[in-house]
Antibody
Framework: QVRLQQWGAGLLKPAKTLSLTCAVH????????WSWMRQSPGKGLEWIGD???????DYNPSLKSRVTMSIDTSKNEFYLRLRSVTAADTGVYYC???????????????????????WGQGTTVAVSS | DIVMTQSPDSLAVYLGERATITCKSSQDVLYSSNNKNYLAWYQQRPGLPPKLLMYWASTRESGVPDRFSGGGTGTDFTLTISSLQAEDVAIYYC?????????FGQGTKVEIK
């Protein structure tokens, strides 16, 4: 049974960089999307982005200019960095696993996401001066 | 972005009674080439992360009790709990994955009457 364990700083000052790590236990990094989500009273649940085993990423356009995700297959870990944080970035951040299927789309084999089935325990992040 | 709107925001139901939540998407999430609705449902109990209940609008995730069922197509969807149990007290969210960025509804809080 795959398990995600996440950690990182929970209190940040404005303009600093949020850094979180997620370790994948008892599971492989292949065949899934590795995601970061966040939840706040103001914005609800929000998809931040995904990284896959190859290192390829996909980000929410609303955060794309400030986000970097990466993955380390040797450690079975993936990471989130969010630059220039403000109070609007306050919330609970989750790492998660996205289900993936593949099929031919014309001449190309493509992968598609179809739900998030495993979640980390969440990290509460507060941005305050 | 596709906007997901749930109704009601909250509902209270007697134990053993039916609870129905509605989710409406601002755009069609039915992919015509495979006739699948790109919609998922999640349950979030207090203090816990969300849990995947349903994908493709009506396919239950492994281990989800069959009192949970999903329906609808296109832009209008429902999640039904046929006989509410105490452990079903939670907030329920719909999510579209038809078009990035994936977006969630605002949530529906289900309580015991």
């Amino acid at each position: 049974q795959v398990r995600l364990q996440q950690w990182g700083a929970g209190l940040l000052k404005p303009a600093k960089t949020l850094s979180l790590t997620c370790a994948v236990h008892d599971g492989s990094l292949s065949d899934y999307y590795w995601s970061w989500m966040r939840q706040s009273p103001g914005k609800g649940l929000e998809w931040i982005g995904d990284v896959v085993q190859s290192g390829s990423t996909d980000y929410n356009p609303s955060l794309k200019s400030r986000v970097t995700m990466s993955i380390d297959t040797s450690k079975n870990e993936f990471y989130l960095r969010l630059r220039s944080v403000t109070a609007a970035d306050t919330g609970v951040y989750y790492c998660a696993r996205g289900k993936r299927y593949g099929e031919w789309s014309g001449d190309f084999f493509q992968y598609f996401y179809y739900g998030t089935d495993v979640w980390g325990q969440g990290t509460t992040v507060a941005v305050s001066s | 972005d596709i906007v997901m709107t749930q109704s009601p925001d909250s509902l209270a139901v007697y134990l053993g009674e039916r609870a129905t939540i509605t989710c409406k998407s601002s755009q069609d999430v039915l992919y015509s080439s495979n006739n699948k609705n790109y919609l998922a449902w999640y349950q979030q109990r207090p203090g816990l992360p969300p849990k995947l209940l349903m994908y493709w609008a009506s396919t239950r995730e492994s281990g989800v009790p069959d009192r949970f069922s999903g329906g609808g197509t296109g832009t209008d969807f429902t999640l039904t709990i046929s006989s509410l149990q105490a452990e079903d007290v939670a907030i329920y969210y719909c999510q579209q994955y038809y078009s990035a960025p994936w977006t969630f509804g605002q949530g529906t809080k289900v309580e015991i009457k």
